[in-house]
């Protein structure tokens, strides 16, 4: 092939290239210079969805907003917000005046205020806030690194999960759950993993080795603990510092892959239940225990929701569900249908309806009459992926779903789901996103071949510069 020949190809080459390149990079202009409208995919704020039947009290969202390395993205807030029976936004608190960078459990008291947790760079930061007039009626600081639960006890006491409690010079992971006495400003009690796990577990000690993001009193002198990265929920005896109970196991992620914030129920029957967000299950699963066997009675929104961080079971029978990275709180009956529906933009944590108490306090599906597996219907598609539409995730899931490939199709679009929000601009859907990555690594590769074909006038260069 002649010299003219092949350089022809190549800039025909280049031209395609180029135009791919420019296919590819097409949908993120075009979200960029959109007008920013509700109803666009990634462009809703805190707003209702669907409301088909209003609730009968406000719900308070705690929503853990991105940061990096202490510093806040503008458009993904963390923030506390009260949204009414309609789904109408209240109030908003920042957090702003108390150094909260992230909020995670949001607990209603007795009194009518709230307990909220929050960290940042330099540790965990627990206050009694008034739900009236958004300030601080108490606050401690503890030099924990990170947080996610706090629960007051009825004399007043905090238990706390404390997780990523390192020790840099051992390597020896101090995960644990302490008690601390407000009023005696000291510790009274403490429960250590690394004392009842075998150290081997979860791969072996690791700065975040048991990720525990809830402690939960169940009843006098027990706590009911979610150490996430073990895929377990147990049951802790105060006096004895035994495990009574456990859901699950360490790699078992049939049964749970990740979990946050299980609730304790009893049927009516006395069989012991456990509702759990099954988070990288992408499901609410609810498992009850008979004959000294735990059996799963009935799940819900498996593959449809996003990284479900918090489930409630109401008065009503219907679950209130915090679907985290579709970044909206949804209340749906036992077979899934959505009946009230709040979007809360970015990365809603925790809900709490108020005047239900704090967690669960519902009857079980058992005792509904009600099992097997369900999926959600009557989303008002806000947000991409919430509704009718599928994410580029999950349609590449379901594009090879049954082939060969399944596995490896799975385990991408999870991953892709669960990580690419946290650094995809707000403007931008899932689809005009996955389009700019691969813009990107087509540029890459376009850059790599174009230093393959010119390596012997690099060489050459390079040479006659070394002289």
């Known amino acids: 092939m002649t010299d003219d020949r092949l350089g022809g190809r190549r800039r025909l080459a280049r031209l395609a290239v180029f135009g791919l390149v420019v296919a590819l990079v097409a949908p993120a202009g075009v979200a960029a210079v959109a007008p920013q409208s509700s109803g666009t995919p990634g462009q809703v704020g805190l707003e209702p969805g669907t409301v088909s039947e209003p609730a009968d009290n406000d719900t308070i969202v705690s929503i853990q ?6 510093q806040g993205a503008e458009k993904k807030p963390a923030r506390v917000v009260s949204a009414g029976p309609n789904g109408q936004t209240n109030w908003v608190f920042d957090g702003g005046p108390y150094d909260a960078t992230w909020f995670y459990d949001v ?15 330099d540790g965990t930061l627990v206050m009694e806030l008034n739900r009236t007039t958004r300030n ?7 030099d924990m690194t990170d947080t996610h ?9 905090l238990v706390i999960a404390n997780m990523r409690n390192w020790n840099n010079e051992t390597e020896v992971s101090n995960d644990r759950i302490v008690i601390y006495d407000r009023e005696a400003e000291e510790f009274v009690w403490e429960w250590t993993f690394r004392n009842h796990y075998p150290n081997s577990t979860d791969g072996g000690f690791s700065e975040d080795w048991t990720h525990v993001n809830d402690v939960d009193r169940i009843g006098d002198g027990r706590f009911l603990l979610s150490p996430r990265n073990f895929d ?3 049951v802790v005896d105060r006096e004895s510092k035994e495990i009574v109970e456990r859901l699950g196991e360490d790699g078992d992620h049939e049964t749970m892959f990740e979990q946050h914030n299980p609730d304790w129920l009893v049927s009516e029957a006395g069989n012991p239940t456990i509702l759990v967000a099954d988070s990288e299950n992408d499901r609410v699963v609810e498992y009850t225990k008979r004959d000294g066997e735990w059996e799963q009675i009935w799940s819900v929104g498996d593959g449809q929701l996003s990284w479900p961080r918090d489930a409630d079971r109401l008065p009503n029978g219907n679950t209130l569900i915090t679907d985290s990275l579709n970044h909206r709180v949804i209340e749906v009956t036992p077979q899934g249908k959505i009946v009230w529906e709040y979007y809360a933009t970015w990365g809603a944590y925790e809900a709490e309806r108020l005047g239900t108490g704090d967690e669960s306090n519902g009857p079980t599906m058992t005792d509904q009459g009600v099992s097997g597996n369900y999926s959600l219907t009557g989303s ?7 509704g009718d539409t599928n994410t580029f995730a999950a349609t590449v899931q379901n594009t090879f779903a049954g082939t060969p490939v399944a596995g490896l199709t799975t385990e991408f679009a999870v991953t892709w789901s669960h990580v690419t929000p946290w650094i995809q601009p707000v403007w931008m859907d899932s689809w005009a996103f996955a389009s700019l990555v691969g813009a990107v690594l087509v540029v890459v590769l376009w850059g790599l071949a174009e230093l393959v074909l010119a390596r012997g006038r690099i060489v050459g260069f390079v040479r006659g510069v070394a002289g």
């Not at 907003?65 to 202490?70: A, D, E, R, S």
């Not at 601080?136 to 503890?142: G, H, I, S």
């Open 65 to 70: 907003g991105f940061h990096f390395q202490g």
């Open 380 to 386: 008002a598609g806000l947000i991409e992926g919430t």
């Open 136 to 142: 601080a009626v108490w606050k401690e600081r503890f």
């Open 107 to 121: 607990d209603p008291l007795a009194n009518g205020n709230l307990l909220v947790v929050s960290t940042n760079p």
């Open 149 to 157: 639960d706090v629960d007051m006890l009825p004399n007043g006491n």
């Open 232 to 234: 377990q929920a147990i």
